[in-house]
């Protein structure tokens, strides 16, 4: 059963990584520092943004609207953190 906690810490760590290198994109393409004109940027934004929409989508659904800031990466990243949090401090009824 430990093994299954190491592997569901390994995948909200890729999770995590994954929404902290959208969220610095994003950022990076508003301050026109990259440009979605570029193709490898293109396809790394559309990789992302295919990948992580879903997930958005459901988030947003529960937030008021911020007249243009968007929160949902911000839950998301929250949420995971908060699993972490409860995986790592249960650890011990599954062991």
Do not use: C, K, T
């Amino acid at each position: 059963m430990l093994s299954l906690i190491q592997i569901l810490l390994l995948v909200l760590n890729v999770a995590q990584f994954i929404i902290i290198v959208h969220i610095i994109l994003s950022w990076l393409i508003n301050f026109n520092v990259l440009s979605l004109r570029s193709p490898i940027v293109a396809s790394i934004w559309d990789g992302l943004n295919r990948l992580l929409e879903p997930a958005y989508q459901r988030i947003r659904r529960f937030l008021p609207d911020m007249g243009g800031i968007d929160l949902a990466p911000l839950v998301a990243l929250i949420a995971v953190y908060a699993i972490r949090i409860v995986l790592i401090n249960n650890i011990g009824v599954f062991v």
